[in-house]
């Protein structure tokens, strides 16, 4: 049967599940600052004086720029698509052969090279066909779904409803400067690569390279023995980490946050075995090293399924679900969170009286998990169960560490579901301790902020909680391995320091071995007492003050690899983005951020209206040049 190449593309497209589909040497995400008519008409509207509306040329032609799709086209073709591909499955067309044609196309346009497209696209047929031919979802939802037309959840205002008010607030209190103290570890993203081989290609053409298939590189495209920026972490660099962690701190380490993504990037040669074995192989490195002695609390990331990203709703994911129950039946074995995990991907186990912790699966709202098209508003009942687990702690006076995967508030974790969350954790502001994530292999944060008065929203905002999100032990890419220490208090769990240590990947292959160094400590380069939110909040207002605290932020953002130092954080561009991500506990809030901080910055400009607004359009403009070249894209 003849399908118009459209339709395949698109088709190859949804198979190859977003931030796979293109070359990984570099990947890069693709932003849209002006994704919406919100944000065209608030341009328009806020930055046009009447005077000058009818002779500005902020046209359309200037927002295509932008990336904003002024006539619906990606829309209008992905609505088309899908409902073709429907068709097609309602005449019985078979899924070999549409698979076939999507094998051909991602070769013959060289979306990756064929052993790739061969490999990847039947690990996705069977979920895009699945979920293409659930009754309920159309075009127009699923082209919402991904980004290419507007999104509105089914049957959903994304309004929780909570079981009881929430009390007033009350201000954290620092804990005495004698009080005894514990020691968290945090460690995410270690995608290990069994089968790296030192000398080999690293740059070849592959989503992942370093491998004997790969032939010998030449220069600095060869595999280094302890590693290459370009590649998965090899064994030999992560068995050395772990190594420095016990000679270091030994007993000293009283939890564990591990938080996921352990298979390596090969997501195109991946099968069942070699997903449960790649967590089974960092399951058994953390029981050796610290199971004897410290609680353990892992949470599951996005590369722990089968293709990548692929959760069905629930009984569908069971089979990993099952696994990972079987691996960490030493640290989870209380019935009822066993069996939560099993169901849903979640739990909570107590640390010590008046403190938990909650292990989110944070898939539940990841953009690149299809089968959420089926609900996306609440997957697995798992915010509801978050809800109910927050106030039977606050009902007690407990604390909660919340830990997951993907953070709230970026665009892989769909933005209606960050609002929701972003709800929760505002209404339990004073049970929540802090939230920790993995996933972006960055060194990052992000503060939540609430109303001074919830029930006046003229009123002023302050900080409410925060995100600490831990840079990847993996190098993939251009990430010097890293894991990170929080120092709490041992009664309270009120948090008084992060302490992030990695090696230097290009003098540990120079030297013939990697040397562990402590890369700063959060009070001292941001200039606060602890980690309160308020304390957060003020090391933002620093950076926004001091360009060389910010250049020292967009260092440790990528674990001070020679990433930042050949692309300084100097652009106003990178100032807004790093501003404005650290404000942004949902994706939203940073489209909003961003228009806010640009007119803050042309406020004091004498410019007329008209001429205001084209500054306004350029700063826009290189803003998403900026993020579409310059910040790289780890999945």
Known sequence: MKVKTPILLLFVVFLINFCFAIKQTQQQQNYDITINNKNKNEIINNNYNNNHNNNNNFNDQYLEKLGYDTNGTKCDICKFGINEVQKMIASKQGIEDISKYAIDLCTYLHIEKAEVCNGLIPLFTNMTYNVLSYPTVTGEYVCGFVGFCPYVPRNSSNIINFPKPKPPHVAPVAPPTNSPTMKILHISDIHVDPVYQTGMNADCGEPLCCRAPNGPGVGANAAGEWGHYLCDINMKMVESMFEFIDEQFGDEIDIVFWTGDNPPHDIWEQTYDSQINASQLVTNLVKKYFGPTAKIFPAIGNHESLPVNSFPLPPGSSWIFNALSYDWSDWINVDEQVANLQYGGYYTLPVQPGLRVISMNMNWCNNGNLYLAENSTDPANMLQWIVETLQDSEDIGEKVYLVGHIPPGIPDCIDSWSEQ??????????????????????????????????????????????????????????????????????????????????????????????????????????????????SMDLAIQNMNSSASMLEDYHVHYYSASPYPESKPCTSVSCKLDYICKMKSAAYMKYYECIHHEVNNYLSNDYDDDSIKSHKKLNILLDLNNYLNNEVLKSC
């Open 421 to 534: 969350l972003l709800q929760i954790v505002n209404r339990y502001e004073d049970t929540i301790l802090a939230s920790f994530y993995g996933h972006t292999h960055r060194d990052e944060f992000s503060v939540y902020y609430t109303q001074t008065d919830e029930n006046d929203p003229s009123s002023q905002m302050r900080a409410s909680n925060v995100i600490f999100t831990t840079p990847s032990v993996t190098t993939y890419q251009n990430q010097n391995p890293s894991f990170r220490i929080f120092t709490v208090d041992a009664n309270t769990g009120y948090i008084m320091e992060s302490s992030t240590y990695h090696t230097d990947l290009g003098q540990a292959n120079l030297n013939g071995k990697p040397t562990w160094l402590l890369e700063y400590n959060a009070t001292k380069s941001y200039n606060i007492p602890d980690l309160t939110p308020i």
